[in-house]
């Protein structure tokens, strides 16, 4: 008569798996599963800061509206206004300019981050290798003993 745990031990046994299989096996599914969302993530941060700078267009596009025909009024001669007009292009072109800048730097850092897990990675190759053949000599030497 066989008991529940030597059934279960039977039915597991047909496939013998390992601790590394298991770590392994787990944790590229959990990494598969964190990729597979890195392009919602990316789409919902886009989303929102799409709608908050939609908004702020908005609320000038509305000052605008409602302040033109107080500002109408006011009758300033066209020299200032050409003067304001020039200062504020100035202004605009400078952030434009600043913005090219952050972009083109968190450019350069994510390649220099890329880059740099790479080279990671390529390292943690090598020493497994020499893991691997450590590990395969002191498991040769116990097959002599």
């Known amino acids: 008569m ?3 745990a030597e059934t279960t ?8 798996i390992s601790v590394c299989d298991i770590m392994k096996g787990n944790t590229s599914e959990i990494i598969k599963k964190m990729e597979a969302q890195i392009p919602t993530y990316f789409q919902m941060h ?12 908005d609320v000038f596009g509305t000052c605008f509206l409602a302040e033109k025909e107080y500002f ?21 072109k ?3 300019s600043q913005i090219d800048m952050s972009t083109d730097f968190l450019k350069a850092y994510s390649q220099m981050r890329i880059a740099s897990i790479k080279l990671f990675d390529d ?4 020493m497994m290798e020499s893991y691997a053949k450590m590990l395969s000599q002191y498991n040769s030497s116990l097959g002599n003993k």
């Open 2 to 4: 066989t008991t529940e």
């Open 9 to 16: 031990k039977e039915k597991t046994s047909d496939v013998d």
């Open 46 to 57: 886009s989303d929102v800061y799409r709608e908050f700078l939609h908004t702020m267009d």
């Open 72 to 92: 109408d009024k006011l009758n300033f001669d066209q020299y200032t206004l050409n003067l304001f007009d020039s200062y504020w292009k100035n202004v605009t």
């Open 94 to 96: 400078m952030y434009t």
């Open 123 to 126: 390292y943690l190759h090598v």
